[in-house]
């Protein structure tokens, strides 16, 4: 698929325009710092454009300001005392260089104990931790699906986990197949059912219309309060890029 990337300034805002085929024009606003997009379909003009999102301008400033003013973590060095998130929770580091096989455990209710070979730097040390996130969230997302499937009447062909910068998560609706968002093994665990949840949602409609809002107050009725709370989650330290 072929696409066309420009600029346009619209009410002083900064719009990177991507045309390709597709039939509907989609604005979003992303982290960190608010960047503007817009995908729109290959044949819309510039001042079409314009217009779709002129008239969205108050939705557009909200969104910068929320993320103008959501916390955001600073780089983890990975070195021992600093501050780490599981399911919700703060652990403090303590980094142990044994010469053994790396592993990550919890210990005493608020230490997470990383275990690397001597002379691992930062980077082994944050692949390390990667690694056991990956796995402790890929293991708590069989149960939720075999809870939520049958009462949502889907069943998914496929799932995943990947770092997302943009998403908690994502649904491929021709495909079946969804995608969960690395980061959520760090938030609460009903933080990780209502995204799942939300993205099962989108096999029985697309989009986020007022039947998705009348299903998702069916099967999740607190689900407006887990999205706010993962929205005012701090945002991790990313290279973002576009």
């Known amino acids: 698929m072929s696409t066309e990337r420009t600029t346009l300034t619209i009410a002083g805002l900064q719009v990177e325009v991507v045309r390709k085929a597709i039939k509907n024009l989609h604005l979003g606003v992303y982290p960190p710092d608010g960047h503007v997009r817009v995908a729109a379909p290959a044949y819309?003009?510039?001042?079409?454009?314009?217009?779709?999102?002129?008239?969205?301008?108050?939705?557009?400033?909200r969104q910068q300001a929320r993320f103008a003013g959501q916390a955001?973590?600073?780089?983890?060095?990975?070195?021992?005392?600093?501050?780490?998130?599981?399911?919700?929770?703060?652990?403090?580091?303590?980094?142990?260089?044994?010469?053994?096989?790396?592993q990550v455990r919890l210990h005493g209710g608020n230490k997470l104990?990383?275990?690397?070979?001597?002379?691992?730097?930062?980077?082994?040390?944050?692949?390390v931790l990667d690694a056991w996130y990956r796995a402790e969230l890929k293991?708590?997302?069989?149960?939720?699906?075999?809870?939520?499937?049958?009462?949502?009447?889907?069943?998914?062909?496929?799932?995943?986990?990947?770092r997302m910068k943009t998403r908690w998560g994502s649904c491929n609706i021709a495909a079946r197949r969804i995608w969960l968002n690395l980061e959520l093994i760090k938030k609460p665990p009903h933080c990780l059912e209502y995204v799942l949840v939300h993205e099962l949602v989108h096999l029985l409609e697309r989009h986020h219309n007022e039947r998705f809002h009348a299903l998702m107050d069916r099967y999740l009725?607190?689900?407006?309060?887990?999205?706010?709370e993962l929205n005012r989650a701090p945002l991790a330290h990313e290279d973002w890029e576009y």
């Open 221 to 228: 009725p607190q689900w407006r309060l887990h999205r706010d």
């Open 139 to 162: 293991r708590r997302i069989p149960p939720l699906l075999e809870q939520w499937q049958p009462q949502i009447g889907v069943e998914v062909a496929g799932w995943g986990v990947k």
């Open 113 to 127: 104990v990383l275990q690397v070979r001597p002379g691992a730097d930062a980077d082994r040390r944050r692949s």
């Open 44 to 61: 819309m003009s510039d001042e079409a454009v314009r217009v779709a999102v002129s008239t969205r301008l108050g939705w557009v400033r």
């Open 72 to 102: 955001r973590q600073s780089e983890r060095e990975m070195v021992h005392g600093e501050s780490h998130y599981y399911l919700g929770v703060r652990y403090r580091l303590l980094v142990e260089e044994v010469d053994a096989p790396p």
